[in-house]
């Protein structure tokens, strides 16, 4: 079993910036996608971004050229760095894993509230 810890979130100004991480523990033998969903008051979860193994990344395109996601393999580390951000961004945000770019999740953390104020 694997576990996914988020950290990073809080209260930030529309226009600031945010980093979060989320480390994965436990029966780990390969990562293959990992990546963030978030989910607002009363909306559905949403995909923000995914990235392989290798590299490879996929966005929503409401957060291209602002969130930029990358990964440590070697510490099973994937973080999620929030730029320009907007009232809209508000939302819980979730680590998630992947078997694979296009297919569902596996794994979810606990969450973390990132909220922008305008």
């Known amino acids: 079993q694997v576990q996914l810890v988020e950290s990073g979130g809080g209260l930030v100004q529309a226009g600031g910036s945010l980093r979060l991480s989320c480390a994965a523990s436990g029966s780990i033998f390969t990562i293959h996608v990992m990546g963030w969903v978030r989910q607002a008051p009363g909306k559905q979860r949403e995909l923000v971004a995914r990235?392989?193994?290798?590299?490879?990344?996929n966005y929503a395109d409401s957060v291209k050229g602002r969130f930029t996601i990358s990964r440590d393999n070697a510490k099973n580390t994937v973080y999620l760095q929030m730029n320009s951000l907007k009232p809209e961004d508000t939302a819980v945000y979730y680590c998630?894993?992947?078997?694979?770019?296009?297919?569902?999740?596996?794994?979810w953390g606990q969450g973390t509230q990132v909220t922008v104020s305008s």
């Open positions: 998630a894993l992947y078997e694979t770019m296009i297919g569902p999740a596996n794994t």
């Open positions: 990235i392989s193994s290798g590299g490879s990344t």
